[in-house]
């Protein structure tokens, strides 16, 4: 069995040889691609203020009673006009409306490729699959080790050299290190399927990243300016606030342009005679309007303002969450930092006591597996020290994530 396991091993590793290294870069590149890009919109158009422009096209027949010859009078109207409706003032609801608008454009057309949640799983997925490849790379030839001990003791155990409980404790050891061995090699398929989903990948590639890139870190506002939750909460209290504006505006003084122009056509028959004929049709009005009395205008405000408050109240709690995020991903780094320095040290310890036994070994003082047991055991620590690395790179990617779309953001 452990046999099988260390071929299936060397056989993926020889498998990706001669295979490009995919770089984080190009993994974020990929997975961008890979989302819709929202469509390019003018938003500097949409600040202009443009009057609005309809055509109108009616037309109508009557049939009345003459009331002294008893005769009908019918008359055909036809017309066809050009109306442009252009307010004046409106108590600034108009403006409110259109700069919520010109927001929303801005946010979808700002250039971050995906959302806060899609990078999280893409950082976690291609950090787990770096850590199981580099398990892999570190315990291999660590098992191999301890597997030829293990089939050296079984012959030892056929000739007499050592007893049945030693040998049975040495191929113990070996199956653990098998299984911790395939327990890597599953994370590994795992962690591919998740960046394979991701980005798309046809297949397996040795990933690389600089486990000692590290960014500082970025302030609460400027890691919550940028959060997805944060952003649409505040767009709704936009649009609330512009509700409230237009709901206020209706209440009060208003003025507007009109203008018409067009043409029409009619014809009228009165005793036999028949009229017809072309005319154009023109006018302009300005409307000046203060409402005195407006039956339902105290509750429409009254709901305005309730929705206003109750989208504010909701923004603040998704701030607070936001806060709570940030100061725990900044908590991560320190207490992260913290845990990598005292992993190193007993990295450090652990080849200090490999480099010892190796000279009692050397000098025939202690066995072969105590060697192996030493050297597993360094192995064991020098992957902490990787995850603890690779959980660092995670935190430090979120991080300047933030920190970059924060920075798309300024004008």
């Given amino acids: 069995m452990i046999e099988i396991l260390l071929a299936s091993v060397l056989a993926i590793g020889a498998a990706q040889e001669g295979v490009a290294p995919l770089t984080f870069d190009e993994a974020k590149a990929m997975a961008a691609a890979r989302v819709a890009a929202p469509a390019s919109i003018d938003v500097a158009a949409r600040d202009l203020r443009l009057p609005d422009i309809r055509i109108e096209a009616s037309g109508g027949t009557s049939r009345t009673m003459h009331p002294f010859t008893a005769e009908p009078l019918q008359t055909d109207v036809a017309s066809t006009v050009l109306a442009i409706d252009y307010p004046l003032f409106d108590g600034g609801a108009e403006r409110a409306r259109r700069n919520a608008s010109a927001a929303r454009l801005r946010r979808l057309t700002g250039g971050i490729p995906f ?42 155990l056929a000739s007499g050299e050592i007893t049945n409980l030693t040998a049975s404790a040495r191929s113990d050891l070996a199956t653990a290190h098998a299984a911790r061995l395939l327990d890597a090699d599953i994370r590994r398929q795992d962690a591919v399927s998740r960046l ?43 649009d609330n606030r512009a509700r409230l504006l237009e709901v206020r505006a209706a209440s009060g003084f ?69 806060r709570v995020r940030v100061a725990s991903l900044l908590e991560r780094d320190g207490t ?13 310890q652990a080849n200090a006591n490999v480099a010892s036994l190796e000279r009692l070994v050397g000098a025939g003082l202690r066995s072969d597996i105590d060697l192996a047991t030493v050297r597993a055991e360094a192995a064991r620590r020098e992957v902490d020290v990787l995850s603890a690395q690779v959980a660092q790179w995670k935190v430090a990617q979120l991080l300047a994530h933030a920190r970059g779309a924060e920075a798309r953001k300024r004008p």
């Fill in 254 to 322: 208003r003025a507007a342009i009109s203008g018409t122009a067009g043409v029409a056509s009619a014809q009228s028959s009165f005793q036999n005679a028949t009229s017809s004929g072309a005319f154009g049709i023109y006018g302009l009005r300005v409307l000046l309007s203060y409402p005195l009395l407006r039956g339902n205008g105290a509750y429409d405000v009254a709901e305005a303002e309730a929705r206003l408050a109750q989208s504010e109240a909701e923004r603040d709690e998704v701030l607070a969450a936001s």
């Fill in 336 to 348: 992260g930092r913290r845990r990598l320095a005292l992993l190193q040290q007993s990295v450090e």
């Fill in 196 to 238: 394979r989903a991701l980005t798309g990948l046809d297949a397996e590639r040795p990933v690389v990243l600089d486990t000692a890139d590290a960014v500082a870190g970025v302030s609460d506002d400027a890691a919550i300016a940028v959060d997805a939750n944060v952003a649409a909460a505040s767009a709704a209290v936009e």
């Fill in 115 to 156: 959302d806060d949640a899609r990078f999280a799983r893409l950082v976690d997925a291609f950090g787990d699959l770096y850590v199981a490849q580099r398990e892999r790379e570190i315990l291999t030839p660590v098992t191999e080790k301890i597997s030829g001990v293990a089939e050296r003791s079984a012959r030892l």
